[in-house]
């Protein structure tokens, strides 16, 4: 009778489950399964007493590893494959919302496919939105953040929750894909999430106000640093591209970057003296557009750039209040005459010749052809003749594109000039034009163009190209081009540089990072490289949308494209000089790898994955550091100390502090800038052969683009002192007194030019910096100099580790260096002239330094690093 009873209820879970302990913990998972599947076809009621199993199981998830009910939970799925007719439709209705609720109280920190296989056993989307909502929330109690996110995503509850709460504890823990996975395809959920990242970057945005709305969070400094303005920023724009959002719904955002990009343009115009008096005209208005704050600060920036006369016809040109001006610009504008309240810009876009100057015809690469040769293409008509010679079997073309800089205030760029060069011609094509670039013969052209392999395809870093191709036509996400018969020079250059092939530059140097360095990079340097000279690439940041184009703008888009045919005639024609293969299309983007070194690598990269994840979101870097480890690389035991001008690098644009500090150290050393995306530094870093310095997301992505070894990962929220001085023992580099500001630290350069103090006097006068009246009496200061208190300047502190240039080489009418930068004598205080008997000029930037306290305070900070001989020590007695 018992017998009976027993086999009609079937066989106890509690029973069922201690029997698959037993293999769990022999770890005889073989076992498991066959226990498994024979125990469930004795159960009476399957589904309820999986879930009494469930409940009963110890253990929790931890990482990848499962659990002994996560098993148990994947067996039963197997099962149910050979028992369809167990469904939550075979169990009495009243029981199916009790073993929903069950079902759902296992839903916590469990695997993805634990949560699936539950939710869809126990079809728990048909349970009561008002019942699943309450367990979203219980879970937030719990601070079960990422958790009550998943959950949410896979029950299709966003629209139930607030979207505040469920996404502003995941930004603040650094998990912004799942915050992203939680509002993609909700366009209210999109644009909520825009918007209030957009808020935080008021400039009256404070974090304490985010800690005091949600107190339960345990926040780390590195959490903080997750929503600083610059990061913030980037992320709203990132989220503005991918949601197709109006970036106009992001005022705080496009502020900020505006403003980032109208600081550029000043350092780029009258710093570097990159960019011309029209494009700089030209981004400027674009940039600063209708704001009134952005104009005064315009304003306010040319005040202390260029002066007052410019600074005064840009506030009447935005009609800026007088309250609002800064002071001096009011009285000048004035003062000004009729004709010179206005700003003229030069009208005829067609003045200039077609062949420059002697100067710049000696100093850059030549278009090889006259004027005449080249053909706007702007009409069906042009696009045919294009067409027919272009599309020739067995032509080479060189191809090129042009966009509008946007500078970051807008996500995507689009073509404005498409140049193909063949031996005698150059077609430019119009993407302006109206009514040309969607005509559907130019859409043709362009995927024949592409698509044919016997049309061989040269250019440089297509990539780009080929992006703002597809966002220019829409055409081409729905039918993706077909790319045949390209040849990126770009992946050539690569090649050549791995093969550390000395090649000769044999255009004039003029202004040059390093001995064995060059101040060209990218194309230019490659055109540089093989065919001695560079390019000009001061129309590269052009206004490219605006019609007609200058001479000097077809010019510079001509020549790019036509010395793509010409490096690869060199190239092509003595490849084993160059260190390449003879068929140069057999170059790839990456040179393949032995299957067993990949294989190591891909074990290396997984044993450290989670250890630089950890470091990166939670601020552990001390604790990695004390291993010996910088996010998983190890630095090499036993190496050789490296002197500071031997290690080059490029700084991610969020570790600018601490490209500083390393350039102060006399380490090569690229910042990017503000606008710059991060991708900039993985191209620096192939083409320069630098490695890359990051923290944060970035690193992933920058790590997979460049060699082993070849990208480190720092500590957002630590000072950049701490992570100068980490990256410099990871390096074994020792810089020495010696070394402490022979790079300048604006620019990068490591040439200067000695001025005694009685040319700089001179100068001075010379542009209106000191009254002639304020002559200085040298005499005592001869004699000083005579006592050998002071340094020559043939004898620096920093002498022996950059270049010294003549003082004969500045232009004696306009105080400028070949390269156009002038002396800034503006930043020469006249009080410094009786104490100081010499100063140091960039020659690349025109920055003025002196010796001064700031040597010192160097010595000081980074002393733990320094290698300090008893001749420094002498040597620093002595100067102070």
């Known amino acids: 009778m018992n017998q009976t009873t027993t086999q009609a209820a079937g066989l106890d879970p509690g029973v069922l489950r201690d029997q698959l302990v037993e293999p769990w913990d022999a770890k005889d998972l073989r076992m498991l399964r066959l226990a498994a599947l024979q125990g469930f076809s004795k159960l009476s009621e399957p589904l309820e007493a999986l879930l009494t199993i469930l409940e009963g199981c110890p253990g929790k998830q931890k990482g990848r590893s499962h659990t002994l009910g996560h098993h148990i939970l994947m067996e039963f799925q197997t099962w149910l494959k050979e028992h369809p007719q167990v469904t939550l439709d075979s169990v009495p209705e009243q029981q199916h919302e009790s073993l929903q609720r069950r079902a759902l109280s296992l839903l916590a920190d469990n695997h993805p496919s634990f949560v699936d296989s539950l939710i869809n056993i126990y079809k728990l989307h048909a349970l009561d939105p008002a019942e699943l909502r309450l367990h979203i929330i219980r879970l937030q109690s719990l601070n079960c953040f990422k958790e009550a996110a998943a959950l949410t995503i896979k029950l299709k509850l966003q629209k139930e929750l607030n979207m505040e709460e469920m996404c502003v504890p995941l930004i603040l823990q650094n998990k912004l894909a799942l915050v992203e996975s939680f509002v993609t395809g909700h366009d209210h959920l999109e644009h909520d999430l825009v918007t209030l990242l957009d808020s935080w970057c008021h400039p009256n945005f404070r974090v304490e106000d985010i800690i005091q709305k949600f107190p339960r969070l345990n926040l780390s400094r590195q959490s903080m640093g997750h929503i600083q303005p610059k990061l913030l920023t980037k992320l709203v724009f990132r989220l503005v591209e991918k949601f197709n959002i109006d970036p106009g719904l992001c005022p705080f955002a496009l502020q900020k970057r505006r403003l980032s990009s109208l600081r550029f343009l000043m350092h780029k115009t009258f710093v570097e003296r990159g960019m011309t008096e029209e494009n700089w005209s030209d981004h400027v208005q674009y940039v600063v557009a209708d704001d009134l704050e952005l104009q ?118 689009k073509v404005a000039l498409i140049q193909l060069a063949v031996r005698d011609q150059v077609f430019l094509l119009d993407g302006c034009a109206p009514g040309f670039c969607q005509y559907p013969e130019t859409i043709s052209f362009i995927r024949s163009l592409f698509s044919q392999k016997n049309v061989l395809k040269l250019g440089y870093g297509m990539s780009g190209d080929v992006k703002c191709l597809v966002a220019t036509w829409e055409q081409f996400l729905e039918e993706p081009l077909k790319i045949e018969g390209m040849l990126d020079l770009l992946n050539v250059h690569k090649k050549i540089q791995r093969g550390n092939v000395k090649l000769a530059q044999n255009g004039p140097r003029e202004v040059l990072v390093g001995e064995e360095d060059t101040a060209e990079k990218g194309l230019s340097l490659l055109v540089q490289q093989v065919l001695g000279k560079p390019l000009d690439k001061t129309e590269q940041m052009s206004n490219w949308e605006k019609r007609p184009l200058r001479i000097s703008q077809i010019r510079y888009a001509v020549a790019d494209a036509c010395c793509l045919l010409d490096l690869y005639s060199v190239l092509s024609s003595n490849p084993a000089s160059f260190g390449l293969p003879a068929d140069l299309r057999s170059i790839s983007s990456s040179p393949p790898e032995k299957n067993t070194e990949k294989k190591k690598k891909e074990k290396q990269a997984k044993q450290t994955e989670e250890e630089c994840q950890g470091a990166q979101r939670v601020g552990l870097l001390r604790s990695e550091a004390e291993k010996g480890l910088l996010c998983g690389e190890k630095p090499q035991e036993g190496a050789p100390p490296l002197p500071p001008q031997q290690l080059r690098v490029v700084c991610d644009n969020m570790l600018q502090g601490l490209g500083r500090y390393l350039r102060c150290l006399g380490v090569d050393v690229v910042i990017l800038e503000s606008t710059d995306d991060h991708r900039v530094a993985a191209k620096l870093a192939q083409a320069e052969d630098r490695v890359i310095l990051t923290c944060g997301q970035p690193f992933q992505s920058l790590r997979s683009q460049v060699g082993e070894g070849r990208c480190l990962s720092l500590d957002c929220s630590e000072k950049a002192k701490d992570q100068t001085v980490k990256v410099l023992q990871h390096f074994n580099v020792q810089p020495t007194p010696r070394d402490i500001f022979s790079r300048c630290q604006a620019c990068n350069s490591d040439e200067y030019v000695a001025v005694p103090r009685e040319d700089m006097n001179r100068m001075l006068k010379e542009k209106g910096f000191l009254q002639d009246q304020s002559d200085v009496d040298f005499t005592q200061q001869h004699e000083e100099e005579k006592l050998g208190n002071v340094m020559t300047p043939q004898n620096p502190r920093y002498a022996p580790q950059c270049k010294w240039a003549s003082l004969s080489r500045l232009d004696p009418d306009t105080l400028a260096f070949p390269g156009g930068a002038p002396i800034q004598l503006h930043t020469v205080p006249p009080g410094l002239l009786p104490r100081i008997p010499h100063f140091y000029v960039c020659t690349r930037c025109g920055k003025v330094f002196w010796d001064g306290s700031h040597f010192n305070r160097v010595l000081s900070m980074f002393q733990e690093v320094l290698h300090i001989t008893d001749r420094d020590t002498e040597s620093a007695t002595v100067a102070q």
């Open 296 to 413: 005064i600060l315009l304003v306010e920036m040319l005040v202390k750039y260029s002066g007052f006369l410019k600074a005064s016809q840009w506030a009447l040109r935005y009609n800026i209040p007088r309250y609002r001006l800064p002071l001096g610009v009011w009285e000048t504008q004035q003062s000004l005459p009729p004709e010179l309240q206005q700003i003229h810009q030069n009208d005829s876009a067609q003045a200039g010749e077609w062949i420059p100057s002697q100067y710049h015809c000696a100093r850059f690469y030549q278009v090889p052809l006259t004027r005449d040769k080249v053909h706007f293409v702007d009409t069906q008509e042009a696009l045919q003749r294009c067409r027919n010679i272009v599309l020739k079997e067995g032509v080479v073309v060189g191809v090129d594109m042009e966009w509008q800089p946007t500078f970051g205030c807008m996500s995507t760029q």
